[in-house]
Each structure stands twice: as structure tokens, then as C-alpha cells.
């Protein structure tokens, strides 16, 4: 089915189509190419049919610790919703707060199939990859027509094209909320109109190349190890929106406003922003980014810690916009020594 056929369904019938198509021929692309992958399915009693009916099946892989799904009903509907476990007060606080909930029936405790099979193998190195050597997690490794928004392809690890869901326009972010959008190509979609729901949603492993908001309101939605690049966001609303391990390759904010606004752990740069208001933006940069070595990351987070204090300077946040500033230091100072000490080492060898 075409795109627009597929956003013209209702959120039930778009999530059937879903586990019946795409979704049941990249899961036997798993059970082929994954290490280990059925071996993962046997220990916990998983079925492909079972992962795909929760309608979340980038939750099943992504946490780094030990993860409990929870499965609920409500009014007749099965719900289910995932919950790492970060520790062993967290563990016993939530045995007695799930002692007093009435509507859940069933609970899975599993360890996400990453974070399982690098303990299984002693390597972070789990997926072959044709061009790109070893992997340690699923990411975007090529495609076709990539600047065609009606023909782009997207390709993840190990080797398969996920589902075309971009080059097109839908009427508001409130249409995405109640579907599956794990695994998919959402490169070049446009969302315009302020539809939307105050409801959480969460997307895991999607191309969103050249996204793009235009008078939108966009609430309570996470991402996670998603991939994007050129992000367009004009006279919109952000609120409680997180990007989690996210490439997040150049971004656009004109008139637009950012409140509870998080990018942690993220490849992110080239950052712009224009007539923009904000309230408790957080900005964690990672240790290292998978793509480049140490030097460049260091060079990237000054120059994003950079942005983010100029916009905090135009919003009159002084205390926010000096910390930004001593970080964009701190940045620089490691990798003007790190760039020294590389130098020294090249020229030595």
C-alpha cells in the first residue's frame, strides 16, 4: 500500500496491516541475520505473533537493563507498556505499587534482546553489516532515491527496507498517536495543523530524514535511536518532546516554542534557531559518538552547547545560558587537547 493509503486508515486497522506485512517479513529477517535471535525467543517464551500483537516491537530490543512488560485491560482493550528496571529499590518499589493495580493481568520480566545477546556473545559487535562493517544496534545503512520524497528508500541493519510512511502530508501529530510507527520510514513527511492528543507516544528505530512541522503542536512523544536529519519545525509547539540515542543531523526551529525539551545521549549538530521560546530545554551529549572518534565529538558538543547558549540568551535565561557557556568551554579545551595529543601521535607513527 501507498503512503497516503496507509495514513487514510484507522489507527487499528494501520496497526493490523502493520503485523500481517512489513512487520512479519522484517521479524523473519531477524530470525535469520540476529545472532542468537530464536535462541532469545526460547528463554523467554516470546513468539514473533506475541511482540508484534503489543503493537511496540522496538521496546523488545532497545533498554540497557533488565525490562518488565506489563499487560493490561481496559474496557476490553490490551494495553502493554514497558518499564526498565534501574535498580533494586526501583525493582521492590514496583512490586508494591503493581500489587494495587487492579487492571494488570499478565507481567514479563526480559532482558532486551541487545542488551542479552552482547552478554551471550562477550562482544558489543552483533550485527554484519555489508558496507559498514559490525554494528553494536540496528541503525540506517543506506537506501535508494534519498532526496526523492515520493521514491526515498530506507535501509536498517541487517539489510532490509522498512516500511514507506514519508512523502507525504497529514493534518496534525494527533493522527501518529494511537499507531505503530516502530520501524519505518518516515523521511520527508510533513505535519501540518494542531490535531493532537495528550497521550504519550513513543517511535524506536525510524528514519525521519527532512521531517516537517508547520503550525503543529507536538506533545508527550519520545524517540528513540531514531535517525534524523534536517528537521524543519515552523510556527509550532513543542511540549514534553525527548530524543533518546538518537543521529540527529542538523534541525531547524523558527517561531516556534521548545518547553520540557530533552536530547540526551544524541549524535546531534548544526542546531538553528530563530524567534524561539523555551522553558527547560536539557541537552546531555554522549560520551562518544558510534560514527566518529573522540576528537569530532567534543568538537560537536562545544558547537551545540554553543547554540543552545545563544538561544538561552535570547530568552533571558542568564543561569542556563552560563552553564551552556561553561560546557561549550570545557568542550572546546578537550578537543583543542585531544586534537593536539592525536597530532603528536600521528605524526609520530
Not at 523467554?44 to 533498554?63: C, M
Not at 501529530?173 to 520527508?188: H, P, S, V
Request: net charge positive; hydrophobic share 35%.
Amino acid at each position: 500500500m501507498k503512503p497516503d493509503e496507509l495514513w487514510n486508515l484507522n489507527d487499528e486497522e494501520f496497526n493490523k496491516w502493520r503485523r500481517e506485512n512489513d512487520l512479519k517479513r522484517l521479524f523473519d529477517c531477524f530470525q535469520k541475520k540476529l545472532p542468537l535471535f530464536d535462541e532469545w525467543l526460547s528463554e523467554y517464551n516470546f513468539s514473533i505473533e506475541f511482540i508484534l500483537n503489543t503493537d511496540k516491537p522496538g521496546s523488545f530490543f532497545y533498554w540497557d537493563s533488565e525490562t518488565i512488560l506489563f499487560k493490561s485491560n481496559d474496557n476490553g482493550f490490551n494495553n502493554y507498556f514497558f518499564v526498565p528496571i534501574e535498580g533494586k529499590t526501583h525493582d521492590k518499589r514496583l512490586k508494591k505499587i503493581l500489587q494495587k493495580k487492579q487492571l494488570i493481568i499478565e507481567q514479563y520480566r526480559f532482558k532486551p534482546y541487545f542488551l542479552w545477546v552482547q552478554e551471550k556473545l562477550k562482544t558489543n559487535k552483533i550485527i554484519k553489516t555489508k558496507y559498514c562493517g559490525e554494528l553494536d544496534t540496528f541503525r540506517y545503512i543506506g537506501g535508494t532515491a534519498p532526496d526523492v520524497p515520493e521514491k526515498c528508500s530506507a535501509t536498517i541493519s541487517p539489510g532490509i527496507t522498512v516500511l514507506k510512511l514519508g512523502g507525504t502530508k497529514i493534518s496534525g501529530w494527533g493522527l501518529t498517536t494511537f499507531r505503530n510507527l516502530d520501524f519505518t520510514n518516515l523521511d520527508f513527511l510533513e505535519i501540518e495543523g494542531k490535531h493532537h492528543w495528550d497521550r504519550e507516544l513513543n517511535i524506536f528505530y525510524s528514519s525521519c530524514r527532512h521531517l516537517k512541522f508547520n503550525n503543529s503542536e507536538i506533545n508527550f512523544t519520545k524517540f528513540y535511536a531514531c535517525r534524523f536529519e534536517s528537521l524543519t519545525v515552523f510556527n509550532s509547539r513543542f511540549y514534553q518532546t525527548e530524543f533518546y540515542s538518537c543521529e540527529f543531523f542538523g534541525a531547524d526551529f523558527e517561531n516556534s516554542s521548545l518547553i520540557n525539551f530533552i536530547v540526551e545521549n544524541c549524535s546531534a549538530n548544526r542546531f538553528s534557531f530563530n524567534r524561539v521560546e523555551v522553558d527547560n530545554i536539557i541537552y546531555l551529549p554522549p560520551k562518544k559518538e558510534w560514527h566518529s572518534g573522540i576528537v569530532g565529538t567534543y568538537k560537536t558538543i562545544a558547537e551545540n552547547y554553543k547554540r543552545f547558549r545563544v538561544l538561552f540568551q535570547n530568552n533571558g535565561h542568564r543561569k542556563e545560558a552560563g552553564e551552556a557557556y561553561y560546557k561549550e568551554r570545557l568542550y572546546a579545551l578537550k578537543y583543542n587537547f585531544s586534537n593536539l595529543n592525536f597530532k603528536r601521535v600521528f605524526y609520530l607513527n
